[in-house]
């Protein structure tokens, strides 16, 4: 059974930066991709950022040249790097260790954790 830990969220200023991290214990397979999803007040889960076991990476467009999201298979662990952060990326983000590709999305398999709370205001 995996259980995720997602940390590194806050309140920060339009135009600042987090780092968040999910660390997963239990059985994560290397071989899955991991994603990184929010979920802003009254609307649905959507896909922020995915990176393949290889490393290949894939991005929602509104994110795009702002976030980075990176792995680290030794640590179960997936980062999401925020740049110039908007009002906009104001939501819960949650990680998820198994995500896979069925008629061109990543649909989320794996279990979620609590989500972190990423709050951007002035």
């Known amino acids: 059974q995996v259980q995720l830990v997602e940390s590194g969220g806050g309140l920060v200023q339009p135009g600042g930066s987090l780092r968040l991290s999910c660390a997963a214990s239990?059985?994560?397979?290397?071989?899955?991709?991991m994603a990184w999803y929010r979920q802003a007040p009254g609307k649905q889960r959507l896909l922020v950022a995915v990176?393949?076991?290889?490393?290949?990476?894939n991005y929602a467009d509104s994110v795009k040249a702002r976030f980075t999201i990176s792995r680290d298979n030794a640590k179960n662990t997936v980062y999401l790097q925020m740049n110039s952060l908007k009002p906009e990326d104001t939501a819960v983000y949650y990680c998820?260790?198994?995500?896979?590709?069925?008629?061109?999305?990543?649909?989320?398999?794996?279990?979620w954790g609590q989500g972190t709370q990423v709050t951007v205001s002035s």
């Open positions: 998820n260790t198994d995500a896979r590709r069925l008629g061109g999305m990543y649909v989320p398999f794996g279990p």
């Open positions: 990176i393949s076991s290889g490393g290949n990476t």
């Open positions: 239990g059985s994560v397979f290397s071989g899955n991709a």
